[in-house]
Structures are given as C-alpha cells and as structure tokens.
C-alpha cells in the first residue's frame, strides 16, 4: 500500500465510530422488539420498557412491524457501507446488518453480481424501463439468490477444477448453504428465546 492509499485508510477509519454506534443502536433496538413482540423482559431490566403498548392489534401490529422493518432497511444502508470496507470485521459486521432480514448473501452478491454487471440485463438488482416496484422486488431479491448460488457453484468447478461439483459438495461448499444455515439458526433461536410471535 502505498503511502497516499495507507493515509486514506486511516482517515477512513477515524469515521467509522457513527457507523458502528449505528449498528449497535439498531441491534440493540431489534432484540428490544423481538423482547417486546415476544413477552420477553430481561430481568435486569424495568419491566415497563418492554409492555406492548401497540402489537396487540391489527393496526397496532401492522403498523409496529412496518416500523421495524423499516429500520432494518435503513441499517442496511450501513451494512452496505460496511461490506464495501476491507477489513474482515467491517464486511462480517455489514453481513450481520443483512443477516438480521435474512438477506446475508448480499454479500457475494453486492459487489461480484450487482457491481460487476450494474445496468446490464444480467444484474437482478438494476430495474427494466417501465418495471413496477413490486416485479422489481421479486425479481431482484429471487434474482440475487439464483445468481450468487450459480456463482458459487462456479467458484467451486474452479476450485476444484472439474466441470461437475458433486451436490454433495456443492451443499457443504456453497456458501449460500451456510448463510442458509446461519437463518434456520437464527430464527431456531429466535423461536427459542423469543416465542413463535417473534419468529
């Protein structure tokens, strides 16, 4: 690294504490909510910070869930920044933010898929002229998912230089296996601590 490359890394590093407090204050807000849909009060803590005051009903728990998966979007904006640093703990850390919506392929995704083919009909992530939002949605998120495990399956037929990957390998070694892996361990946990609700 050269000189001028190794003082912009630093300088880039001396602004990552927002970021990370970003994450950390919406980790902490997502266990809240998953204590709070679930019934779930730390005993630590005062009770009163975790009584449903709103899911309780239709409107209140459309309304709360809307809110919350809003804010996981939003997090996802600092997971992106995040998978885009090089440091293993800035991408890990940005993979967490997408893990939480069950989404950790983007990843792999992001910047081998969408950057390598941005505004191309091969990126599932750029929207067609005229596309509505809702094909759009769909199309990218199944798009992404199809993409990165067609990908990872020719990362491994290199890897192992043969044309056809066993299924047997290609489960154990596909990544996307075990970010699939990591969100039937999380929503088992989930279900565990929190209740089917919060599931």
Known sequence: MDRSTEQIF???QRFMGPLY????????????????????TPSFLPAFLFKDKISNTIGG???????????????????????HKRSAF???????????ILYSHFLLEHASGHHRNVATLEDSATARLGE??????????????VNTWEREVSRLKLKHENESVS???????????WFAAL???MLLVIKGVFGWRAV
């Open 61 to 83: 728990w459309i309304l709360f869930t809307f809110v919350w998966g809003y804010m996981a979007g939003v997090n996802g904006l600092a997971g992106h920044e995040l998978i």
């Open 21 to 40: 407090v970003f994450v950390a204050s919406d980790c902490l807000s997502w266990i809240w909510c998953l204590c709070v849909v679930g019934g779930v």
């Open 183 to 185: 969100h039937v361990v």
């Open 167 to 177: 299924w047997g390998r290609q489960l154990m070694e596909n990544r996307m296996t």
């Open 90 to 100: 800035d991408k890990g850390l940005g993979m967490f933010t997408y893990s939480k």
């Open 10 to 12: 630093k300088a880039d």
């Open 132 to 145: 509505n939002f809702y094909s759009f949605a769909v199309r990218s998120a199944v798009g992404g998912h």
